[in-house]
């Protein structure tokens, strides 16, 4: 299930409020900033930092 455009726009991480955008075929989103990458899990975004996962 693809995420909504809009709600791409709007979303910013919970940690270090950067941009995020859709990584790994979108079965995340990755801050461009703090490199987090926050999982998708049923087409819905889990933005907590708990869940996140620190890429190099």
Do not use: Q
């Amino acid at each position: 299930m693809a995420i909504d455009k809009e709600l791409l726009e709007i979303l910013i991480c919970p940690f270090c409020r950067g941009d995020v955008h859709l990584h790994n075929n979108e079965t995340g989103l990755k801050c461009v900033s703090c490199r987090r990458v926050y999982p998708i899990r049923d087409g819905i975004p889990v933005m907590l930092i708990d869940e996140a996962k620190v890429e190099d």
